[in-house]
């Protein structure tokens, strides 16, 4: 460690927010890896060091230069452990948090940093995280996982992330995070009305989508099958749904309850009702009222029962001015699936990236749609940060 520099390269680097992290903290960038043209673009317009756009299955181009560097950080792709997706335990991208560790393993850093949603330790899936812990174990490492939550780095999102650390020095540290207050959106916006890229896309007063925004107060969110005062269903909006009548409501009401309550399939959170069911609860006129409400559109027809129309948990979900943001992901410039607090419209570019803790200066380049899959893809700067203070504290810095 010549001058007392510390070195790091970063693979699945994505537009480089792990990076930032450990830049903030003194660490010199050696080598940034990633396989999507966009995000290197982004990445080499921002941030110092050199970035190879490579597909990592085929190792890493210039391995021998990275031998014993300080630290290694990797953000291997989440899709395949997050509950937000499919779950597919043989998601071929499983495999990058495997592939990881052999990688590590050869280049041999003093530290190893991995993030992933926590979804990767949970279930089945939790053998791809397990591999990697014993891959760096069986190669001599000390490992640790911590659990983190955005908000108590003092970030306007509650993001849950983890973070794998695999040492081979001889420190012990304090894994524990911080717990600071969690910031609100209201402070996090303030004066992005000038900045670059934010360019605000309002819906169309004409637009179905806009009707259903006006409907959608803050915290709220358009759900057939949640009840309480945070989901709007599609029948509360007749204007845009079609009306029904109070006894069809009723009905409606009682699926959605009965749909979670006796689970007759091992996946998803709740089932269709049986015609059985539905009879025994409504009676001789639940026919009349099934059928109509299948007519209108509100119910659909599944096997020997019936199920809503809209089985979705919550999209046009609108964030409120004094809490945190949910996760930002990569549709947070579609007002489908997130809203404004006071605006009937999605989130801009630079509204999602301060967000997810990227300053001003970070500016996107290129095709906006990549900008919102760069932003819900990063790791956020500030958690970078915290996992580069414990990387520096496993190897003896301080400062
Ligand atoms: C979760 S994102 C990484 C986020 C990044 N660490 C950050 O903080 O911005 C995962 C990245 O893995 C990249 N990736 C997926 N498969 C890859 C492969 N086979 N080789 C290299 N990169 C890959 C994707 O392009 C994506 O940028």
Known sequence: MRNGTLKFASLFSGCGGFDLGFIQHGFHPQGAYDSDPEAVENFKANISGDIYNVDLTNGVPNERSLYGIDALIAGPPCQGFSTAGKRLIDDERNHLLTLTGHLARRIYPKILVVENVAGALSGAHARYWNELDETMRLAGYRTKTVRCQAVDLGMAQLRKRILFFAWRTQRDIDFTTPSLPAGDLRSVLAGVKNQINHHPQRLSTQSREWQIAKRIKPGQKLSNVRGGENAVATWDIPEVFGTITENERTVLELLRRLRRQERQRDHGDADPVSLGRLEAALGGRFHRLVNGLVTKGYLREVDDGVDLVGTFNGKFRRLAWDRPSCTVDTRFGSPRYFLHPS???????????????????????GNEKAHYRLIGNAVPPPLGAFAAKIAKGLLGRTS
Request: net charge neutral; hydrophobic share 35%; proline share 0%.
């Open 343 to 365: 605006q009937q419209r999605g989130f801009t570019v630079r509204e999602a990236a301060r967000i997810q803790g990227f300053d001003d200066g970070y500016i996107f380049h």
